[in-house]
């Protein structure tokens, strides 16, 4: 196009332990020539979630690490500017993989790639309950517990956001749900805006006696976020025949040494016959049309609530993300790439 440049976040050294000053480095490319099929995205939101650590870390898991040098991955929403794809006209939202970076060159990818924000919805809106956190929700609450109105439900991580979506899910659906949080502030926030029957302070309440309390008969579902301790206490509380979806260990800061110890009190599992099973969301694309449509139906009545944490700046993506880990952030955390972006009428 021009001589022009805009800035990318590349991966400089991988983290032993917490992302510092040093992790990431930022670097200019020159804009590109598009070729027939392309388009040029102005990148104008970023999705920060914690299983980006993971990515940082030398060895695969669900998928490959990203390489020293390169463009951190990370999900986005942006808008056309230039295009040679008729299937993405100029001025066009998208939403996708679009990386840490102010502009990306996109090619209409399919399910996983970069594709066309839905009319009538807020492109933002992609990146929380129409996005990842709202599809990690839905197929662990729907598809790995089989929550049900007769259960019991535990949450931990409750105000972040996949926990606050995933218990409001299970209220929906019938069920008693009890959230942890860890401060004062987020806590208010479940109880009052998700609307969960109960959430104790992990920092400062005594959580067996708040899980005894709300289950007197024990937990029948619980959706970890957390790990750690907080899963031992839900393993030290179910009910016979009780499911546990896996979703994340964040207690553990997801660093190179590893995603947690084993809960010191597995056997809980089979004393109690349970069962527990880690998944991934995109496992089961197959029904993400069905669960788009409930979503939307849910929010169009005002029964999903979500909480943003907004930081501004490309070059603050990297202090978003170690936000996760120190429990700085209330809901989804998000970065609005240049501040001063117009938003979407």
């Known amino acids: 196009m021009t001589d022009r440049t805009f800035r990318q976040v ?39 979630d914690a299983t980006q650590r ?10 490959t690490p990203v390489g020293v040098g390169e463009v951190m991955r990370g999900s986005g929403v942006g808008r056309v500017v230039a295009s040679r794809d008729p299937a993405l006209p100029e001025g066009q939202w998208v939403y996708g993989e679009l990386g840490w970076q102010e502009y990306t060159v996109a090619r209409q990818s399919g399910l996983f790639g970069v594709n066309p924000v839905p009319p009538g919805i807020d492109p933002r809106h992609m990146l929380t309950v129409f996005g990842v956190s709202g599809l990690t929700a839905y197929m662990g609450v729907r598809r790995v517990l089989d929550v049900a109105d007769s259960d019991s439900v535990l949450v931990t991580g409750a105000a972040g956001s996949v926990g606050s979506l995933a218990g409001q899910i299970a209220r929906l659906l019938g069920a008693r749900v009890i959230g942890t949080a860890g401060s004062a502030e987020k806590v208010a926030w479940v109880r009052d805006i998700a609307r969960f029957h109960d959430c ?12 005894r309390a709300f289950a007197p008969d024990g937990l029948t579902a619980v959706f970890d976020n957390v790990g750690g301790r907080l899963l031992e206490n839900a393993l030290d509380h179910l009910a016979p025949h009780a499911r546990i979806a896996l979703c994340g260990s964040i207690s553990s800061g997801y660093t190179a040494a590893g995603y947690g110890t084993g809960p010191a009190n597995y056997m809980q599992l089979a004393f109690r016959r349970a069962r527990m099973e880690g998944f991934v969301f995109y496992d089961h694309h197959a029904d993400f049309p069905a669960a788009l449509t409930q979503l939307a139906s849910w929010v169009a009545a005002g029964d999903l609530h979500w909480a943003e944490d907004i930081v501004d700046g490309l070059t603050n993506a990297p202090a978003a993300l170690q936000r996760l880990f120190d429990g700085a952030n209330l809901g989804k955390q998000l970065v609005r790439v240049r501040p001063d972006e117009p938003q979407p009428q």
């Open 10 to 48: 590349v991966l400089r050294e991988r983290p032993a332990a917490g992302i510092t000053t040093g992790t990431f480095a930022d670097q200019s490319r020159p804009f590109p020539i598009l070729e027939s099929g392309e388009a040029l995205v102005e990148v104008v939101w970023l999705g920060i």
């Open 54 to 63: 993971t990515w940082l870390n030398p060895a695969t898991t669900y998928t």
């Open 200 to 211: 104790p302070n992990y920092r400062e309440d005594d959580i067996p006696s708040a899980l």
